[in-house]
């Protein structure tokens, strides 16, 4: 340093004992400024005070020699401690020079500038407060020193600082928050520790509302709960514990629309592999759980996001399952927060809700941004981020468009997990209970993937699925639906609505005029549809019929009005160019009929054909029936046509009898020992009045070989007694019982006719197929 500079008011001695390496000789110079400070104090030479201060500044501090920087340094802190509780005046000259020191290569200058910082804070107390953010940014970079001195120091001052904010009242959050947000993201452990705790602190000072800026830095703290210090998560699960607790008991002051794309981000998991994300999606889902409850509708533009994150956690496994749990609630939370107001236009709802007209909307950009930044740092980059619907509070519109297509992705998505699919179909029945009209709009889109849904391999996904496929055909919002089918282009099946059917005008049946339209007025435009549909889909997957064809028709009789299903099948099928599906559609459906506790009440209605309602029912099974000439005979002895069944047994003769045929009559033999048939068994006791219900039976066991069911039927027949022993001596002989007197409204010749037309086809496809598979190896089938 130069000797013949002008130090003064510093004396040479100062000046020589303030550059001297040795730490004594500075101590000395240090109390010798201490006192030249105080002197000057006393005069109030103000002048000379700051003349000093910029010397040991300019001349030491930020010198280039490092024993003057030190002698600046304790030369420093000296004049704080004289100027006492005058510091506060010189404070901007006194920490510039220390915090330029807090950068210094030598860890041990770095030392005497954090001590030397700690004496100037001491002594000025509250009145640092205004310098706090520079403070806050030193110690920041102090706390992640390499130095474990320096950090030590550093932690002596970081704690005189807290106590400091503690206990003044005139702490400046609105300047320190967006220090806090930059600090927030870095990603050295002691710095995030330094930030945590400093949070902390903030958050238990009764006069800092650090909750009002809680959207600020709240995805920060997500990103320090996934830091692979165990002690740096367990400090900010605290945190975000204090902060939950807080928004709990004041929920009316909360930002709860600013934090839920925050939420959203990080209740999605991005790398499952790593734990402390587990740790994450447990802490922001319980978050989400509590703002849906607390904020309620206020939530719901978030909802396709929310979603997004919730409904893939449904399908954890125990290993996640508080997780899965908090994912259930928030589901079913949100679940109830839509109701049938959403479904009223925009328009109609913002009339009844609009604001005062000096009031303007909340601006979410800077938000929305930082958020974006904070995605690309921590690689969120696969994340779903929704934008609110709507920003104005006052009008809170449910985000059905993105709900729909969040539900239908995760429909399409092959990896969709079971309990995940349940939830996206309860999801979309409920908004077609809730939400009719404005969900209808999207029927068409959804309408082929639901009926793709019913080869799901759970039984209660396609449960669940035939309940919103049963909620769309029903519902009156669908009445007005003039929309075309949902079929797919590819499809090599086609199955059409019968002409009459689809002109909405009734079918000829004979020379009479029969409804063939479905009676219940609750169906609407889409019934027909999804029942061409599922008949179309039966076609092309004749495995999903065999195994859940029963099932799934069996729920939709008891879903919807089992007339309906059965009198919209055999509409479809008699029209189906397809024989052999249309007879083993047939045959499934008689089963169903004949075995099926759902369809008790529709058997009650068939069998005694009273009224022409039940007469043009009979008559629409019967014309699909004749597919199938064994479920032909059982709907005649289902309805007591026995004399029918009797002339269609006679034509048998005519058909071609195969294994498959002699196995229908074998289980329709095992039917007529069933309790369905209880009533035709007893009505062979009376002989007189049921002759052609014995001649059917007969004719039966003529059709069958020397079998199990041949011994059956034939030990049956056995029992039937004499007629001469059954009629008493009072009553005459009387006439046989036929249902063609009572029934006018029946064509029986016409029938005949037709089953003798629909046997012709079946019998020229059969000798196509067998002439196409002429061969000389061929083995007779009997």
């Not at 740096?232 to 939950?244: D, K, N, P, S």
């Not at 793709?452 to 496929?469: A, F, G, P, Q």
Request: aromatic letters at 8%; glycine letters at 4%.
């Amino acid at each position: 340093m130069n000797t013949e500079k002008d130090f003064s008011p510093l004396t040479p001695n100062i000046v020589r004992a303030l550059n001297d390496k040795l730490y004594e000789k500075r101590k000395v110079a240090a109390l010798e400024i201490e006192k030249l400070v105080r002197e000057f104090v006393a005069q109030n030479n103000s002048a000379q005070i700051r003349h000093v201060i910029q010397v040991l500044a300019t001349e030491f501090a930020l010198s280039q020699h490092p024993h003057s920087r030190k002698g600046g340094l304790i030369g420093l802190a000296a004049c704080s401690i004289a100027l006492g509780k005058d510091s506060g005046l010189y404070l901007k000259e006194l920490i510039d020079p220390v915090l330029t020191c807090f950068n210094d290569s030598d860890s041990r200058l770095r030392y005497y500038a954090c001590e030397a910082l700690y004496n100037i804070v001491k002594v000025a107390r509250g009145a640092v407060l205004p310098h706090f953010n520079v403070l806050f940014d030193g110690l920041s970079k102090l706390a992640a020193d390499p130095d474990p001195n320096v950090k030590s120091g550093s932690e002596l001052l970081d704690r005189l600082l807290k106590d400091i904010v503690t206990e003044s009242n005139k702490f400046d959050l609105v300047a320190f928050v967006p220090l806090l947000r930059e600090r927030i993201y870095s990603n050295n452990q002691y710095a995030r520790q330094f930030i945590i705790s400093w949070i902390h602190v903030l958050e238990s000072v009764p006069d800092i509302n650090l909750l009002d800026y809680l959207p600020e830095f709240l995805d920060g703290l997500f990103q320090i709960l996934g830091d692979s210090s165990k002690e740096i998560r367990r400090m900010c699960e605290v945190v975000l514990g204090e902060f939950l607790k807080e928004i709990k008991k004041n929920p009316s002051s909360v930002k709860f629309a600013e934090m839920a794309n925050i939420l959203v981000i990080h209740c999605q998991v991005s790398d499952e592999s790593k734990s402390t994300n587990d740790l994450i999606q447990l802490t922001s889902m319980t978050w989400m759980r509590e703002f849906i409850q607390l904020a309620g509708r206020v939530v719901l533009p978030y909802s396709s996001g929310i979603l997004t994150a919730v409904l893939p956690c449904l399908s954890y496994d125990d290993r996640k399952k508080s997780t899965k749990e908090a994912a259930s609630a928030c589901n079913h939370s949100l679940m109830k927060l839509v109701t049938p107001e959403d479904d009223e236009d925009d328009e109609e709802s913002q009339t009844k809700t609009s604001p005062p007209s000096d009031e303007t909307p909340k601006k979410e950009g800077d938000l929305n941004d930082s958020l974006n930044e904070s995605q690309e740092s921590v690689g969120f980059s696969n994340i779903s981020f929704f934008t609110p619907a709507s920003s104005d509070r006052s009008v809170v519109n449910l985000d059905l468009d993105g709900i729909v297509q969040v539900l239908d992705r995760h429909l399409h998505d092959s990896s969709t997990g079971m309990m995940t699919r349940i939830a996206v179909l309860k999801w979309l029945y409920h908004l077609y209970i809730k939400t009719p009209r404005k969900m209808f709009k999207h029927t068409d889109s959804l309408f082929p993937m639901l009926l793709k849904t019913l080869s799901d391999e759970s039984d209660e996904v396609i449960l669940k699925d035939l309940e919103v496929l049963a909620e769309i055909a029903s519902s009156p919002a669908g009445q007005t639906d003039t929309s075309g089918l949902c079929d797919n282009s590819d499809s090599k099946t086609e199955l059409h609505i019968p002409s009459g059917v689809q002109d909405g005008q009734p079918m000829v049946v004979g020379s009479k005029m029969t409804d063939l339209s479905p009676s219940t007025p609750s169906m609407n435009s889409y019934f027909y549809k999804f029942m061409i549909n599922l008949l179309k889909r039966f076609s092309l997957e004749r495995k999903l019929l065999e195994v859940r064809g029963a099932f799934i028709i069996r729920q939709l009789c008891l879903l919807l009005h089992a007339e309906n299903i059965f009198h919209s099948m055999a509409d479809i099928l008699l029209k189906e160019e397809d024989l052999k599906f249309a007879s083993t559609m047939v045959q499934t459906l008689n089963t169903i009929l004949l075995t099926s506790a759902e369809l008790f009440q529709l058997r009650n209605q068939l069998k005694d054909l009273h009224t022409q309602e039940s007469c043009a029912l009979f008559c629409c099974l019967y014309r699909s029936w004749c597919h199938n000439p064994v479920a032909t005979v059982s709907l005649c002895f289902l309805t007591q046509n026995y004399r029918h069944a009797y002339d269609l047994i006679q034509k048998f003769g005519d058909l071609e009898v195969t294994v498959d045929f002699l196995m229908e009559v074998d289980k329709l033999v095992q039917l007529i020992e069933s309790p369905i048939f209880t009533y035709l068994r007893l009505q062979l006791l009376d002989v007189e009045h049921n002759p052609y219900l014995i001649k059917a039976l007969y004719g039966l066991l003529m059709l069958l070989p020397q079998s199990q069911a041949f011994q059956l039927l034939s030990h049956r027949l056995s029992c039937v007694p004499n007629p001469e022993l059954m009629r008493t001596v009072d009553h005459p002989k009387a006439p046989v019982k036929d249902k063609r007197l009572t029934q006018p409204h029946i064509d029986y010749s016409e029938l005949l006719q037709h089953f003798d037309r629909v046997q012709s086809k079946h019998l020229e496809v059969r000798h196509q197929r067998a002439g196409r598979s002429e061969h000389p190896d061929r083995k007779l089938i009997l």
